[in-house]
């Protein structure tokens, strides 16, 4: 990557090189790289979260949910619904080698008026109630 690629940064070092957006600063570049995957994400969604999608925005929570935002121009969420600002997170196999990352990333979330609840996948395509269930008492606690 050269300078003119991030917006006239330096390079990164090779081992940050690649679309790692979180290193850079905000920028009109990184807004829009981001806005780009949350885009991918909602063409290819897992099956959990599109399971998950037809529950919340059928209106079964009382509130309404957007997938795939963008956040804080750093963060993209699976399901945000702005009246309350709840993020739920669909959680598959990946998120078990990241849990440090990610309490990280919802403590920088709640500091900023984010409430945050993660759902497992596994809970989401087994038990679909229990998981809209577990939203739509989010939901009631914030209103």
Known sequence: MNGQALGGLR???????GINVYLLPPSRHRTAV????????REFSTLSERKLWLALSAGKCGVSFRRQVVLADR??????????RLIVEVDGSVHEH???ADARRDEKLRR??????RLDAKL?????????ALVRAAVDRLR
């Not at 390079?11 to 090189?17: C, L, Q």
């Not at 981001?34 to 994400?41: N, Y």
């Not at 900023?112 to 609840?117: D, E, F, M």
């Open 11 to 17: 390079s990164a070092p090779r081992r940050a090189r």
């Open 124 to 132: 989401v395509l087994q038990e679909l109630e229990a998981a809209v």
């Open 34 to 41: 981001l806005a780009a995957r949350a885009h991918a994400l």
């Open 75 to 84: 963060y993209v969420a699976d399901f945000f619904a702005p009246a309350i």
């Open 98 to 100: 990241t849990v440090r």
């Open 112 to 117: 900023l008026g984010y409430h945050v609840i």
